[in-house]
C-alpha cells in the first residue's frame, strides 16, 4: 500500500485524469494495440475496492464477484473486488502458458502465509 500510496495523491490522479482526457482518441486505442499485441504479452491487474454500501432494488448487496473480459494476446489478468470486509479475486489466464492453471493455489498460499505472518 506504501508504494502505490503516491499514484493515489489527488494531484497524481488530477495530471492522470487531463493527460487521458486531452490525449487523442487515436493515439489511446494505438497505445492499447501495442500494449495487448503478443510479443509484449502484457499482465493486468486491478484492484477495486468499494467503501460504502450498495443496493440493488431497495436490497442491499451483500457480496460482490469480479468479471473480467480480457484481450486475446493478454496471457494473464487478475482482478480483486474488495467489498464489505471481503475481498473476492478472479485470475484468467492462457491455457498455453505453463503452470497458470495453479495460479490461484499460488495466490491462496500466499494470502494464508500473509495472514499466518501477521498474527
Known sequence: MRAT???KSPRHR???R???QGAPRGMALRSMRTLVSPDRGALFCTHVV???????RGDPVEAIDPLALVAG???AAAVIIT???RSSA???TDPALPEMDDLHHTWQK???RLADASH
Open 5 to 7: 500510496a503516491p499514484l
Open 14 to 16: 488530477e495530471a492522470l
Open 18 to 20: 487531463r493527460l487521458t
Open 50 to 56: 468499494l467503501r460504502h454500501p450498495l443496493h440493488w
Open 73 to 75: 494476446a493478454t496471457p
Open 83 to 85: 467489498y464489505q470486509e
Open 90 to 92: 478472479l485470475f484468467v
Open 110 to 112: 500466499e494470502v494464508r
